[in-house]
């Protein structure tokens, strides 16, 4: 992928290397066949969301710069302002074991 999208980190830092976080990317597209590395989110995290059906591809794991990420941001009084988006613990659970699917290291 390389076009600029929402993420879910998964890792904030990265042990030793404080600089850098794994993530991975949420697309609107379905997946042709779910695979349990596929989570479907319960809602849209953009703070006005109004997206249907977003996926988390949990196959697709980046470890990426903390300066290649952009937070959610509006403007208000001439300032940019940030708000931080949430996936539910449910979903960051469903995520991790979706990553560990991908990886092959789903338990049984």
Not at 60 to 81: A, P, Q, T
Request: positive net charge; glycine residues 6%; hydrophobic residues 40%.
């Amino acid at each position: 992928m390389v076009k600029r999208r929402l993420a879910v980190v998964i890792i904030p830092k990265a042990c030793q290397r404080p600089q850098l976080t794994t993530v991975v990317p949420i697309s609107c597209t379905p997946p042709q066949n779910v695979r349990p590395w596929h989570v479907k989110l319960g809602r849209d995290p953009y703070p006005k969301g109004t997206k249907s059906e977003l996926w988390v591809k949990c196959d697709m794991i980046s470890v990426v710069c903390f300066d290649r990420l952009f937070g959610y941001h509006y403007r208000w009084n001439g300032e940019r302002k940030y708000a931080t988006m949430h996936v539910s613990m449910d979903e960051l659970i469903a995520i991790k074991a979706g990553v560990l699917a991908a990886l092959g290291l789903s338990m049984p």
